[in-house]
T-cell receptor, first 109, second 114 residues
Framework: GESVGLHLPTLSVQEGDNSIINCAYS??????FIWYKQESGKGPQFIID?????DKRQGQRVTVLLNKTVKHLSLQIAATQPGDSAVYFC????????FGTGTKLQVIP | DAGVIQSPRHEVTEMGQEVTLRCKPI?????LFWYRQTMMRGLELLIY????????DSGMPEDRFSAKMPNASFSTLKIQPSEPRDSAVYFC????????????FGQGTRLTVV
């Protein structure tokens, strides 16, 4: 089955700096990837997605990079703000969705 | 649309009691997922339905857990009998399976079994 891992359980970033959160997956047939943000007491919320036929996608202050060769996914947040503090999950889709264990982003004012 | 609606938001019950969690997916979505979230294991997929049919229940931990989806707008997750180790936040999510789009999550039900 699919297994998904995150490299860092906690990431502390100074306000205004860029954040990079990483995710590794194991199934090369995975064809759709999502980053979710989960704030305390809430369900995961969609941030950005990317399909396997792309290697980069940009949103507002966020960029997702996909490297299918090494089965690696990253989320870049530009000019990190206090409101970005949350747990971030990658989700990998192949027949069903599998979530990574989550990275907690702490923004230092 | 109000999004995915789960009830109750919080449930405290005694060990051995039956617990029923409820979910109303987003109208028009044809897939529904039940997840359990704990500090130790993160988000675990328990079961998912496509067009009201259970597709994969390999994540259901034990026979004490069961899920149903009698129609496109309602699903239940039942634990009978409940145990303290079932304490977790249970999320329901739905999406349009055919277009392979993001899953929208409910606010979750925080279950505490004492």
């Amino acid at each position: 089955g699919e297994s998904v891992g995150l490299h860092l359980p906690t990431l502390s970033v100074q306000e205004g700096d860029n954040s990079i959160i990483n995710c590794a997956y194991s199934n090369s047939a995975s064809d759709y990837f999502i980053w979710y943000k989960q704030e305390s007491g809430k369900g995961p919320q969609f941030i950005i997605d990317i399909r396997s036929n792309m290697d980069k996608r940009q949103g507002q202050r966020v960029t997702v990079l996909l490297n299918k060769t090494v089965k690696h996914l990253s989320l870049q947040i530009a000019a990190t703000q206090p409101g970005d503090s949350a747990v971030y999950f990658c989700a990998v889709f192949y027949q069903k969705v599998t979530f990574g264990t989550g990275t907690k982003l702490q923004v230092i004012p | 649309d109000a999004g995915v609606i789960q009830s109750p938001r919080h449930e405290v019950t005694e060990m051995g009691q039956e617990v029923t969690l409820r979910c109303k997916p987003i109208s028009g979505h044809n897939s529904l997922f039940w997840y359990r979230q704990t500090m130790m294991r993160g988000l675990e997929l328990l079961i998912y339905f496509n067009n009201n049919v259970p597709i994969d229940d390999s994540g259901m931990p034990e026979d004490r857990f069961s899920a149903k989806m009698p129609n496109a707008s309602f699903s239940t997750l039942k634990i009978q009998p409940s145990e303290p180790r079932d304490s977790a936040v249970y999320f329901c999510a739905s999406n349009e399976w055919d277009t392979n789009t993001e899953a929208f999550f409910g606010q979750g039900t925080r279950l505490t079994v004492v």
